[in-house]
């Protein structure tokens, strides 16, 4: 049984460095519906995402820092809209103009999420794609670290475009989100890890979501690379760069 499927209670101290060969297997979020936390940091773009009111130009931005699950709300909408869902990163004019092409008479999507928004390097894709949603009365959903309106663009167009999108930002999680994100993560990399350790974590990890995403990566590929369970001292080994206060009782063989 290994590191991965035994209970990670396992009292051994990880000691020496890691040096075993892991290869790189792709993690993938879980995006459904149910698995969304409600909290004060994202109540006022779920109202904007499922309240009545219209979208201004039939646009929304979502903005905030990295981890704060805008990909998530992004996701649940577009399956909720049947929206086709895209990341501003791969967005090219010519993808732009194919999307609206005529299709042996099919019509567009009627709505549309851009994901990574602001890392859009083609600004006439992005007013392409902006100016042919409003042509054809599709919403249009906007995810990105920071609002429209202070992306550095150069084209004026696309500019007036994006101060006319209604922006919402999402903030970074409380404590009680950060707790249940925590275990979330952990759970999607089925890392099983004692309450006590996940209790020592929360206390002296940075209070975002990245940096619990950061961390989790960093304990699943350690608890891969060991063959070991997370324990305190193996989290305390490869997060001690992140950790706050983690000298303050050295960590023993206990969980």
Known sequence: MDGRTKLKTDENTVAGAIGQLVLPFAHTPRFAASDFVFSASNAAARSWLLGPTPWPERRLALWGP??????????????????????????????????????????PPMAMALDGADMCGDEHALLHLLNSAREQGMAV???????????????????????????VAVGQPGDGLLRVLLLR???????VVAQPVVEWLLRRLPRTARAMQAAVRRLDHAALATGRPVTRALAASVLSDMLAGAGDTPPGPGP
């Open 66 to 107: 990295a981890g704060t699950g805008k990909t998530h709300m992004l996701d649940i909408w577009a399956r909720r809209h049947e929206a086709l869902l895209l990341h501003g990163g791969s967005l090219t004019h010519a993808h732009v103009a194919a999307l609206f092409a005529a299709r042996g008479g099919r019509r």
């Open 141 to 167: 959903l906007l995810g990105a670290r920071t609002p429209p309106a202070r992306w550095p663009v150069i084209l004026p167009d696309l500019a007036s475009r994006l101060r006319a999108t209604m922006a």
């Open 185 to 191: 993560l952990l759970a999607e990399r089925q890392i």
